[in-house]
């Protein structure tokens, strides 16, 4: 049987989760969830350490004099791994991209629609409905232009991605950079106190 409670990977596993598909929310939804599993990794490493048996602080120093230090490695490792994982990933055509490919189409053609910051699938659709109706509707579109215009939304989706994922493997990189050297100085604080 499974056990009820939850362990801190889970948290991490939520978090990734969560990481995969901030496109598909707003901010301020994105940011709760954040900060919710932020809370929640909290307490669940107090709870991991007030599970263990107190010991007396000279004890436990001569016990593991590094401790504490392992601990922030191998926080720092999950990390770093975690983001080289993300660097690795390709992503998906998100609404996101959607989005701002039928912008793009729809400015091109100077053809009105409503501004929105959503970017959902019904967003999608809307725009998608302006772009074809208003084509088809002007008698700008036949069935070949149709079926043009799709194959190029295809590619401008996947360019819109293509621009996005590289600027998030920017910020991953340095990301990375950062925890690298945070790990390096620890490191040689432990080699020369």
């Known amino acids: 049987m499974a056990s009820m409670g939850f362990h801190l990977n889970t948290i991490i596993a939520m978090m990734s989760i969560i990481d995969e598909h901030k496109d598909d929310t707003n901010e301020a939804t994105y940011v709760e969830m954040c900060n ?14 007030s599970t263990q048996p107190q010991q007396q602080p000279q004890q436990q120093q001569q016990q593991q004099p590094y401790a504490h230090i392992q601990l922030q490695l191998s926080r720092l490792d999950r990390q770093i791994e975690y983001l080289q994982s993300l660097i690795v990933s390709n992503g998906r055509v998100t609404n996101q ?40 509707g002007n008698n700008q579109l036949t069935a070949e232009g149709v079926q043009h215009l799709t194959r190029n939304l295809t590619r401008l989706y996947q360019e819109c991605k293509n621009e996005r994922v590289e600027r998030d493997r920017a910020l991953y990189r340095s990301r ?16 020369t106190p």
């Open 36 to 49: 919710a599993l932020k809370h929640l990794h909290t307490q669940c490493k107090s709870h991991e350490y």
């Open 97 to 136: 991209d959607k989005v701002k490919a039928l912008r793009a189409i729809l400015d091109n053609f100077s053809i009105e629609y409503r501004s929105s910051t959503e970017v959902s699938n019904n967003r999608v659709t809307e725009l998608n409905n302006i772009l074809f109706t208003q084509l088809s």
């Open 176 to 191: 990375v950079e950062i925890l690298q050297n945070e790990r390096q100085h620890i490191l040689n604080n432990v080699i």
